[in-house]
């Protein structure tokens, strides 16, 4: 399914005159252990665009995502490198359309079909090519989006131009942060330690940043789920102020009725009491292809889908089901993003979305999306990349110091590389709001290698 409107006029129209493709390698300090797969590392994908405005203006923009195994397809047959090659594949075959495309507004690039390979390389390039477009005109993401210079019209009833128009950035957000599977709750878990002066306990990650919200992975086995809650609950309980979690099942569940019964089990549990009051929502816990299959029932939170968000009327498909909501996430498109929190305004109160995290990277991939779930008025979001891996360590000294300059709100400089800060469970992001899609800086391209594309096409 296409992403059709009634285009809105006056938008700039250009052409993509040029695409790079880049990449370089992450290693995580810890393994994240989140649905079938444990990470310990992956390559993270660049886009460089060069568009070319109709009145002759060129520049330049870019974008950045992980190339993250066992999300976008968890089939046990392949292996985490057949999984970075389809995503590879997608980027080529995403290059060669948008090249060869004539003149045309920024606005649904991207056509999402049903498939979240299929649309990981629109996604990307989208974001790019909004850079540039941002960048040529000197406005930030935030004005291109609310005076509609991306060119959205009319969709499903919903004038998307004056929907944008009312959206308000945030100079303040809070950063969910996530207890994955193998994570170490107390410092009587660990087998050893990463010893880099970074927390790795989630009681030390608490008394560092602070945080008042969390993601805690649920595995699909009700007795270890519950076992592994109560743990997590026995240090987050020892907050005197009110804290806030959701739980991500990450596809683990076969059936609605699997996922009932380990909110019965919970409710029942006396460890759990004050967790389970403080539950916002439960994230995709059935595999996608059941998801959709039957109705949410027997949960008294809401249940939203992230997995099963596949294609542009899976919300509404969704919604039609009793799930209440959908996460925010680039890799499967910023402009999907935009018209479902459109949705969730036109369908009314109960209707929401939430802001989730693919281990994003300090730098363009972690900005541009939170930059999105801003704008889109959410007051929290995940945030994983900076406790998984050791900030920019590793890259261009100047780079660092580029984007540390570029956005000291953002960033500090500690334990020998620049990294994210976050204080009292904030992450401040006033300087977000700069010309181009929220960055003021640029990663050093000489670092990287040209991708190889074993396909050309998705």
């Known amino acids: ?81 057949d999984n970075f090659d389809q995503l590879r594949a997608s980027l080529g075959g995403a290059r060669e359309q948008y090249l060869a495309h004539e003149a045309r507004t920024a606005w649904a690039h991207s056509s999402p079909s049903r498939g979240l390979v299929e649309n990981y390389g629109p996604a990307l390039l989208d974001r790019a090519l909004l850079d540039a477009l941002c960048r040529a005109l000197g406005v930030s993401f935030y004005r291109a989006v609310q005076t509609n210079l991306v060119g959205a019209g009319s969709f499903e009833g919903m004038d998307l131009g004056a929907f944008f128009a009312s959206l308000k950035p945030r100079v303040t957000i809070a950063a969910r942060h996530t207890v994955g599977m193998v994570d170490p709750i107390t410092a009587g878990d660990q087998q050893g330690r990463v010893g880099d002066g970074l927390p790795e306990t989630l009681a030390e990650v608490v008394a560092r940043y602070g945080h008042r919200y969390f993601k805690l992975k649920v595995g699909g086995d009700l007795r270890a789920d519950v ?31 699997g996922v009932a019964a380990l909110w019965a089990a919970m409710k029942a549990e006396p460890r759990l009491r004050r967790l389970v009051d403080s539950v916002l929502f439960i994230e995709q816990p059935v595999k996608r292809q059941r998801a959709l299959e039957a109705r949410v029932e027997g949960i008294d939170k809401p249940v939203i889908i992230d997995e099963s968000d596949d294609a542009l009327d899976a919300f509404p ?28 305004a036109a369908w009314g109160e109960g209707y929401f979305m939430s802001g989730e995290d693919l281990t994003m990277q300090a730098g363009l991939a972690l900005q541009q999306d939170t930059a999105l779930v801003s704008l889109l008025g959410l007051t929290h979001l995940e945030r994983n990349g900076h406790h998984y891996v050791n900030g920019m360590a590793g890259l261009p000294q100047s780079e660092q110091d580029a984007f540390l300059a570029a956005h000291p709100d953002l960033y500090e400089r500690s334990h020998g590389a620049v990294r994210v800060r976050i204080a009292d469970g904030m992450l401040s992001i006033g300087s977000l709001d700069c010309p181009g899609y929220a960055s003021a800086a640029l990663p050093d391209w000489n670092s990287m290698r040209e991708m190889k594309l074993h396909k050309e096409s998705a």
């Not at 390559?43 to 923009?61: K, N, S, T």
């Not at 809650?229 to 990450?250: F, T, W």
């Not at 209440?324 to 459109?342: I, M």
Request: aromatic content about 8%; overall charge positive.
């Open 1 to 81: 399914m296409g992403m059709p409107h009634s285009p809105s006029r006056g938008a700039p129209r250009f052409r993509v005159a040029a695409i790079d493709l880049l990449e370089r390698d992450v290693k995580l300090r810890m393994p994240f252990r989140f649905g079938v797969v444990t990470l310990t590392e992956a390559p993270q994908a660049f886009a460089r665009v060069r568009i070319r405005l109709e009145d002759g203006r060129e520049a330049e923009g870019a974008a950045a995502e992980l190339l993250a195994p066992k999300w976008f397809d968890k089939d046990p047959a392949l292996s985490n490198e």
């Open 227 to 257: 076992e592994r809650l109560a743990a997590i609950a026995s240090v987050l309980d020892a907050m005197q102020a009110p804290y806030h979690a959701s739980l991500d099942g990450n596809e683990q569940y076969e059936d609605m009725q």
């Open 317 to 344: 498909r969704a919604k039609a089901l009793g799930y209440r909501g959908v996460s925010s996430k680039t890799c499967k498109g910023l402009y999907k993003s935009l018209v479902n929190r459109a949705r969730c």
